[in-house]
């Protein structure tokens, strides 16, 4: 029996890492005063990772809106932010908070967006119909799993986050990240499985 | 024992390599004579292939350009939490000349423009004096507020039972002030409480809270939102001291006569619910 064979492997919060904390500093004092050059600098090094985790949990046709506010949001609270974590982990669970909250307030919205955002997002370049097939029937079951168990879901198998760093994107205890990753697939495997969907 | 519960409760962490080697090795032994568990960690892992094959690409140059134009136009400017009011607070609110904090609520949100307008009107509540003798004068402001609200003053209980809840207030002041009074006033829009508290140096400020979906307006006057303490903050500057009003959770707070941006930030930072 092979271990993982299809897992990334697990890490940490590292973008900023490729960044010397002086350097990264002084962009984050320069964009709390308002520095556009330094916001940008700071938006291109979070942003892509970050409009991926927005985008699963709020659904495609949302995630444009979500990210413009969090980017806002975040410029706004970036003076309080005091390198005791990453720059990376804290933002990460500013958006992943923000997108939850976003849910919570669009509840009656959120079948209506997934339903675009299956519509929209299936893969741009299949490789092949049953590979568009999976995709669309990965998006609907996704559907029926709750907006926290797709970011955990996203973080894990996309991200390749280990469980310490989920943790504290989502700040809960690392001793559960296990059991809420188990239940979450088991969710997700019975609603692919009611789909039709086969391993 | 390891059996299909023991596994299944550990599948998670032994494909995410979670497992200590000693429990790793448990795991496979019992997948190898085991052909449903074998076949469901096979699931979960082809599940997480078919998430990373499907991830669409993702394209955030555009975005920041949209971005660029809301950075332009917002007015929410960071400010440090500890720093002293900044220039810019003044040079904005400076050009308030006449004081008229309208205490506005809408109770039937779907009213049309003229219905609100009215209300706007018949709502109106004249804070002037309130604000220019919350600091040296707080008794006599509350006074005022009181006979015109059908006001009166209660403790903790009372006030919990009046208003159908508990002021956060009665969790207690700040640190380096006193909770003196709590009055109900029944104000046109709602219920609310208002709340004396006493600096060390014998100062006051006022704070008020209700709780209603109902947001405070400082009318016409200009006014700055801001983040304090992670929530959004409504400031005017009237009389050299500061009109702050914040939302939590669904409680609406308004402070009359704060001295500073730090013990704004103070306050919203200690107001738990």
């Not at chain 1, 299809?6 to 890490?11: F, I, V, Y």
């Amino acid at each position: 029996m092979q271990q993982s064979e299809s897992s990334n492997p697990q890490k940490p919060m590292q973008l900023t890492a490729s960044v010397p904390i002086d350097e990264l500093k002084k962009w984050v004092r320069n964009a709390t005063s308002g520095d556009r050059e330094c916001q940008k600098r700071i938006y291109e090094l979070l942003a892509p990772r970050i409009y991926r985790v927005i985008r699963k949990i709020v659904g495609v046709s949302d995630a444009d809106d979500v990210m413009q506010d969090f980017v806002i949001h975040l410029f706004a609270k970036l003076g309080q932010f005091r390198f005791e974590s990453s720059l990376e982990t804290w933002a990460h669970r500013m958006a992943v908070n923000q997108s939850l909250q976003y849910l919570r307030k669009n509840s009656r919205e959120e079948q209506r967006a997934l339903k675009v955002a299956q519509a929209t997002e299936m893969t741009k370049n299949p490789s092949s119909q049953n590979q568009a097939d999976d995709a669309e029937v990965l998006q609907l079951a996704m559907e029926q799993i709750s907006g926290e168990q797709r970011a955990l879901l996203h973080m894990k198998e996309v991200e390749g986050l280990g469980y310490e760093a989920i943790a504290s994107v989502l700040g809960i205890p690392e001793g559960t990240v296990g059991s809420r990753l188990n239940k979450a697939r088991k969710e997700l495997r019975t609603s692919l499985i009611q789909l039709g969907w086969e391993a | 024992m390891v059996n299909c519960d023991w596994v299944e409760e550990r599948l998670s962490a032994y494909i995410d390599n979670e497992l200590s080697s000693q429990e790793r090795i448990a795991f496979e032994a019992h997948c190898d004579h085991c052909n449903s568990c074998r076949a469901l960690t096979a699931e979960y892992q082809a599940i997480g292939k078919l998430m990373r094959q499907s991830e669409a690409r993702v394209d955030t140059t555009s975005l920041w350009e949209r971005l660029e134009h809301r950075l332009d136009d917002n007015h929410v400017v960071p400010i440090s939490t500890k720093s002293q009011p900044k220039n810019w607070v003044y040079a904005i609110l400076a050009t308030a000349a006449s004081v008229a904090l309208i205490w506005f609520v809408a109770k039937n949100p779907t009213s049309n423009h003229g219905d609100v307008t009215h209300q706007h009107a018949a709502l109106a509540v004249d804070f002037q004096e309130v604000i220019r003798t919350a600091k040296s004068e707080p008794k006599a402001a509350i006074a005022k507020l009181v006979a015109k609200y059908q006001g009166k003053e209660l403790d903790a209980k009372a006030t919990a039972s009046y208003l159908g809840y508990e002021p956060a207030i009665f969790k207690g002041a700040p640190e380096g002030f006193t909770r003196v009074s709590t009055h109900v006033l029944n104000m046109p829009c709602c219920k609310c409480s208002a709340s004396i508290c006493e600096r060390k140096d014998g100062t006051s400020l006022i704070i008020f809270e209700h709780k209603d979906e109902q947001p405070v307006w400082f009318g016409d006057l200009p006014s700055i939102e801001t983040q304090c303490s992670g929530k959004t903050c409504k400031i005017i500057e009237a009389a050299g001291q500061l009109a702050v009003s914040w939302k939590s959770e669904d409680r609406q707070l308004t402070m009359i006569g704060a001295n500073d941006i730090s013990e704004v930030n103070q306050w919203v930072a200690s107001m738990k619910l």
